[in-house]
């Protein structure tokens, strides 16, 4: 291994093939059918997943770091955790938020928790986009507290429709990986 902070994209895409994609039916989070599964999580959740995943995204970001980021709780905590880790090795100031599914019943309530202050901007991460909705619902909520959402970043965009919804929005989307990277081709758009 050479720089253990740099992104190294095929060694991503080995280690996704290796422990995340899955082939079968599914039901995706946003209803669809699927004949493939990407379960981010089993290579993110791993050391060397970490760290490659928290490069890349650093490395997309590198331009025009903001102060925060995070996402939809379950799925964006440990790209969170793997940014928030790498930067600070690099001496960077980043810091991270989690934005939850339901408010919790008991303390504060809060849909979106973390060290933050009303109108600090913030990248959104994801792990897999399809659709998109599962961010646009983490946007919707971190604007609901007065976070400014810059982008959103995610590990893998499935290309049905997610990029399109964030633009459509006005946010854009930037990915390590997209389906193709695994051989697999997009479903046709009517």
């Not at 991460?125 to 399809?130: A, I, N, P, Q, R």
């Amino acid at each position: 291994m050479s720089n253990p902070l740099e992104y190294n994209k095929q060694q991503l895409v080995d280690l996704v093939r290796e422990r995340a994609l899955q082939f079968g039916e599914f039901t995706l989070a946003s209803g669809k059918q699927a004949s493939y599964y990407l379960d981010c999580r089993q290579a993110v959740l791993t050391a060397e997943g970490a760290r490659l995943v928290g490069a890349g995204m650093l490395e997309l970001m590198a331009d025009d770091m903001p102060p925060l980021v995070g996402g939809m709780a379950i799925g964006a905590d440990p790209i969170t955790a793997a940014i928030l880790t790498l930067s600070g090795i690099q001496g960077q100031s980043l810091r991270g938020i989690m934005v939850r599914k339901e408010s919790k019943q008991h303390g504060t309530g809060k849909f979106v928790e973390g060290p933050y202050e009303p109108g600090e901007e913030v990248v959104i991460v994801e792990d897999v986009v399809t659709t998109g909705g599962s961010s646009l619902l983490a946007i919707e909520r971190c604007e609901a507290v007065g976070l400014k959402v810059k982008r959103v970043l995610a590990i893998v965009d499935r290309l049905e429709g997610g990029r399109e919804a964030f633009a459509n929005a006005g946010y854009e989307l930037s990915t390590l990986l997209t389906i193709k990277d695994f051989g697999i081709d997009p479903p046709a758009t009517t």
